[in-house]
């Protein structure tokens, strides 16, 4: 339980705090960009709920299937739910990319407001891929019991990547939203990078429990 447990609770601790810096990071380009970029958050919230079910479903059944002896069948649970996955991503970010001013416009009416949500939006389009992937892998190293390296994942991509990029694009080039959001997906293109390398490796098969 503590093998498992400690680095599973860790990396939701450290992205949580990363978070917080994160947002701490986009208050100070005032109150009409932080609108934005809450509405914003608010859509990449609802898009995070396919990869996290396909993460679940994966974590289930390769945890399942190494119990009963067969790795061959937990990376064919993995590939499959990440192939779903990935098509039900690739939906959700054209739909972002082409309506993002309609899906801003939801929330706020104000023109500014709206103007820099759809670039968020599309931002976060070019996320999906990225997020789904990484979710779903994630999910299947959890049900083998490598917990540690989702932790490892969050502290590179979150922690060292996102927040450093934001402070860099935001308070020394001026990028602005766009640029809080650009350090957003260099950041879910490291964790996917890491978790998929892990997954590749093939390790987490072999992942004793004691």
């Known amino acids: 339980l503590v093998k498992i447990g400690v680095p599973a609770s860790g990396e939701q601790l450290i992205m949580r705090a990363g978070m917080m810096g994160f947002v701490r990071i986009v208050a100070g380009l005032?109150?009409?960009?932080?609108?934005?970029?809450?509405?914003?958050?608010?859509v990449l919230s609802l898009s995070f709920n396919p990869g996290m079910a396909f993460?679940?479903?994966?974590?289930?059944?390769v945890g399942f299937?190494?119990?009963k002896g067969s790795p061959e069948m937990a990376e064919k649970y993995s590939r499959s739910a990440r192939r779903m996955g990935s098509m039900i991503s690739t939906g959700i970010a054209v739909l972002f990319f082409a309506f993002a001013?309609?899906?801003?416009?939801?929330?706020?009416?104000?023109?500014e407001v709206i103007r820099n949500a759809a670039l968020a939006l599309r931002i976060i389009a070019?996320?999906?891929p990225f997020q789904s992937s990484q979710l779903i892998l994630?999910?299947?190293?959890?049900?083998a019991g490598d917990t540690i390296w989702a932790m490892i994942a969050t502290i590179v991509g979150v922690v060292m990547i996102r927040i450093s990029l934001a402070l860099l694009f935001i308070n020394i080039l001026g990028?602005?939203?766009?640029?809080?959001?650009?350090?957003?997906?260099?950041d879910q293109f490291i964790r996917?990078?890491?978790?998929?390398?892990?997954?590749?490796?093939?390790m987490w098969k072999h992942i004793k429990i004691r």
């Open 55 to 61: 993460g679940i479903a994966s974590a289930s059944l």
């Open 175 to 186: 990028w602005g939203l766009g640029g809080a959001w650009i350090a957003v997906l260099i």
């Open 101 to 111: 001013p309609q899906l801003a416009s939801l929330f706020n009416r104000d023109p």
């Open 192 to 202: 996917w990078a890491i978790i998929y390398g892990r997954f590749r490796s093939g």
């Open 30 to 42: 005032g109150t009409t960009v932080f609108a934005a970029h809450n509405i914003a958050i608010s």
């Open 126 to 128: 070019l996320i999906q």
């Open 138 to 143: 994630a999910g299947a190293l959890r049900g």
């Open 65 to 67: 299937s190494l119990g």
